[in-house]
């Protein structure tokens, strides 16, 4: 079956655009582009004059939505992607909806999008007293337990960290919740460190942050099977040699 658009501005990845040019689809793929292609036998054909025509981009609308911030629903449909942050800033915002909220302006969105992040960050402490009542230590193996699952369950990395390094303006609303959340956890794992009678909890609080942080970029660049594999047995031997240190 052959499908022979005509006339239109074609806009593709060629530097230099094509300008009153004929696309020419056969079988559901672009067979050609240029202008004044000739109609070949029984080819439906349309009229495209005036019009923008972008082959080989695919789905370009719900790309621009859901690149808006990084790793914010890159896996989920458009309707799903809607029905997410919307109910999110339901939540979060005051009962306002998606619509309203993108009325007030981008920023306003990702700012609200990284607070329902940071709640889930929030309730993962709660998740380890409940598991382990009172017991910080082995609070502590479930923090690396969990930054593990995280590894091997998402190759993005940090949702913070990937949203920092997009919002390259210093003074974004985003990037003040994301340093709080970034130092609420650092507090959270220092509180935890020295409950469970680690000698110099903040020392050890700040390697494994950092040993995780190294982790997930390791994962981003050489995948689930690099070195990332051994997180966890380097993170379990850096409390075995704190808890063999003088509280400090």
Not at 25 to 33: C, E, K, L, N
Not at 93 to 107: E, H, I, N, Q, R
Not at 141 to 167: F, P, S, Y
């Amino acid at each position: 079956m052959n499908i022979l658009i005509q006339g239109g501005t074609a806009i593709d990845t060629d530097p230099v655009s094509v300008t009153a040019a004929d696309v020419l689809v056969t079988d559901g793929r672009i067979a050609a582009v240029g202008p004044d292609l000739p109609v070949p036998t029984g080819a439906t054909t349309i009229d495209a004059s005036g019009m923008l025509v972008l082959p080989g981009f695919v789905d370009t609308h719900r790309h621009t939505w859901q690149a808006g911030i990084r790793a914010a629903g890159p896996d989920i449909s458009f309707a799903g992607y809607l029905d997410l942050y919307d109910g999110t800033l339901r939540e979060s915002g005051g009962g306002m909806s998606l619509k309203a909220w993108v009325a007030t302006g981008k920023d306003e969105l990702i700012v609200e999008c990284l607070r329902a992040t940071a709640s889930k960050a929030g309730a993962m402490w709660e998740t380890f007293e409940a598991e382990f009542p009172g017991d910080k230590l082995a609070q502590l193996h479930a923090w690396i337990r969990m930054a593990a699952d995280c590894l091997t369950a998402d190759g993005r990395g940090c949702d913070m960290a990937n949203a920092a390094a997009e919002l390259t303006e210093p003074d974004h609303p985003a990037r003040r919740v994301i340093k709080e959340l970034k130092e609420a956890q650092r507090d959270r794992l220092v509180a935890l460190c020295r409950d469970a009678g680690i000698g110099q909890a903040e020392l050890l609080a700040d390697t494994l942050s950092l040993l995780l942080e190294g982790a997930r970029v390791s994962v981003q660049t050489v995948g689930t099977e690099g070195p990332s594999t051994q997180f966890v047995r380097m993170a379990e031997g850096l409390i075995v040699s704190f808890r063999g240190t003088a509280a400090g």
